[in-house]
């Protein structure tokens, strides 16, 4: 319509008496001129007989005797509304979907059937198609995935979970949602309103299970019998504390034997104590540390892949000394005060090393012996004596010594 048209816009009434049955409704309804209007309602989807009569224009100056010709302009005339040019009711030819198309916009013009001469200036008017609960809740950002961290106190917040409900939230409750819980309510609770989920019990151990699937249900109609209901899943993962002491895997007393090593370089590796932490990252990192000072020179213990890898620092002398005991502690680098009462965070193993007889060479008394002998000397003649002793055994006995050169004026 013109704004000419509008300036002069008139209201249009529909019957004031209807069925109960019939898919419309009239508020505020005032007078202006000769002409009634109220706002025109239609129930989406509504499948009564059609085409269903949803109203009545009418006029002061009808006088009654079919001279008026009622018409309608705008949006869906002729393939949604029709009018009966004589009465002015208005019928709707089909079913209607408010998400679809929530109202639509036409022109009412009252003329008189002979002349064509315009009975009352054109009005716009609106007919909204009023909603019905035709639309489930759903879920637009499933599937969620949610972290909290194990051993959270109860009513830790973890996600909230928002649905959506495409029926009309102005009008009664099809949009009204309430969400619940309907698996995982031993462990997790939600807030019915706000779909906030949250932990429902203590101690979450990580370690037992890390992993939890939530199914949250959201129910409009404001939870009512009758409403419609979406679900959907949130994958709950505990994430790690340091909430575990570290622990060595063998007993307290761990024996290493290592074969020769008085013969062993420095750096070569005496054994290895293997650790355990259930921790995860940074929580279930390990230090190790041999508590004896004495032991600590002569021996170095370094972490890799939580096992204690022990080395030599000195080379060793089985005839000085010919086993070491000493204890290993490993203990976690980082750790939360609030577990203390679970600690204390270290645990200690003790150390025994054999240190075995090697094969060694028998040894002269001296390096270098300076012997005089008379010249003339008759044959098998004593010139004088070396020693040897074995460092194995400490005794000469089993020893056998010879001469080296190939010419060689002496016999042994």
């Not at 989406?44 to 006029?59: A, F, N, W």
């Not at 969400?179 to 370690?207: C, K, N, W």
């Not at 992993?211 to 129910?219: C, I, M, P, R, S």
């Not at 025994?352 to 300076?370: C, G, I, K, T, W």
Request: hydrophobic share 35%; net charge negative; with cysteine.
């Amino acid at each position: 319509s013109t704004p000419e048209r509008l300036r002069g816009l008139s209201k249009w009434v529909t019957e004031s008496e209807h069925s109960q049955s019939e898919p419309y409704l009239l508020p505020h309804s005032r007078r202006r001129r000769s002409w009634l209007w109220n706002q025109f309602f239609v129930i989406e989807e509504y499948r009564g007989p059609e085409p269903v009569l949803i109203g009545r224009l009418h006029t002061d100056m009808d006088k009654g005797d079919g001279s008026t010709k009622y018409m309608l302009e705008g949006e869906g005339v002729g393939s949604v509304f029709v009018i009966d040019s004589k009465t002015g009711n208005i019928h709707v030819t089909k079913s209607l979907d408010r998400e679809e198309k929530d109202q639509y916009r036409l022109v009412a013009t009252a003329t008189d059937r002979e002349t064509g001469r315009a009975l009352e200036p054109s009005s716009e008017f609106i007919i909204r198609v009023q909603d019905i609960n035709d639309n489930p809740p759903v879920f637009p950002n499933e599937p969620y995935v949610a972290m909290v961290p194990e051993m959270a106190n109860i009513g830790t917040s973890i996600i909230q979970v928002t649905a959506r409900d495409a029926d009309d939230p102005t009008y009664g409750n099809s949009a009204r949602l309430v969400y619940a819980i309907t698996h995982g309510q031993d462990f997790f609770s939600v807030d019915p309103q706000t779909g906030i989920l949250r932990t429902a019990v203590p101690d979450m151990d990580r370690e037992t299970q890390d992993e939890y699937l939530v199914v949250l249900q959201a129910k409009d109609m404001g939870g009512h019998l009758g409403g419609l209901s979406g679900t959907t899943t949130v994958t709950v993962r505990l994430s790690d504390v340091n909430d575990n002491p570290p622990h060595f895997r063998r007993s307290k007393l761990s024996m290493l034997t290592a074969i020769h090593l008085n013969l062993a370089a420095p750096g070569v590796e005496v054994g290895r104590l293997t650790a355990t932490d259930p921790d995860l990252g940074e929580n279930a990192q390990l230090e190790f540390t041999i508590l004896d000072t004495e032991e600590a020179e002569i021996f170095n213990v370094t972490g890799r892949d939580k096992e204690a890898v022990i080395v030599l620092n000195k080379i060793l002398d089985y005839e000085t000394r010919n086993s070491y005991t000493f204890s290993v502690e490993v203990t976690n680098p980082i750790v939360d005060p609030r577990y203390i009462r679970k600690g204390p965070f270290k645990d200690q193993a003790t150390v025994r090393v054999m240190v075995l007889n090697a094969d060694e060479p028998p040894r002269f008394s001296q390096a270098l012996y300076h012997l005089d002998v008379s010249e003339n000397c008759p044959p098998v003649c004593s010139v004088g004596r070396v020693y040897a002793v074995d460092p194995d055994t400490g005794q000469s006995t089993n020893i056998r010594c010879f001469c080296e050169r190939q010419k060689c004026f002496f016999n042994l």
